[in-house]
């Protein structure tokens, strides 16, 4: 499948990797294959975000997340030990993205995986998803990326 994407695309991929393993996480999620593509140009543009926004605003998250189980993150700075050496697995969800990538070059008959197939796959996911809550978090309008898309 790999073979398909785009280089772009693929370099998306192994930054998604990187995001992981730096935020010390066990498996490569949606959230990952976002900020991947905000090491790229055109997706950054397309979404009107940087990737620093998003750096914060995962961390906003992660912070929140922590704080419903009664964990203060004051005292959790630099905590994160990153993991190397190792691909980390893709997420349920992740696999999800990659499938409907796949899905959308067939429907539209192109040889190729495109950012553009990432980035839709992104914004189809349900409200529940972690790419969802960040797309929110960071006030994306999904509408409008959608139609710069086309």
Do not use: C, W
Not at 27 to 36: K, M, V
Not at 69 to 76: H, K, V
């Amino acid at each position: 499948m790999f073979e398909q994407f785009a280089r772009d695309t693929r370099r998306i991929v192994g930054y998604a990797m990187e995001e992981a393993r730096g935020r010390g996480d066990k498996r490569l999620g949606t959230e990952h294959l976002l900020l991947g593509a905000l090491h790229e140009p055109e997706p950054a543009a397309v979404l009107g975000i940087t990737l620093d926004d998003a750096h914060k605003a995962a961390s906003r998250l992660d912070a929140a997340a922590l704080k419903a189980i009664g964990l203060e993150t004051r005292n959790l700075k630099g905590v994160t030990m990153p993991t190397k050496g190792r691909k980390p697995p893709f997420s349920s969800g992740a696999k999800e993205v990659m499938a409907n990538m796949v899905k959308q070059a067939m429907d539209q008959k192109s040889r190729q995986i495109t950012t553009s197939n990432l980035l839709v796959a992104l914004l189809d996911r349900e409200e529940h998803d972690p790419v969802s809550a960040l797309f929110e978090e960071l006030k994306v309008d999904k509408t409008t990326v959608r139609a710069r898309l086309r």
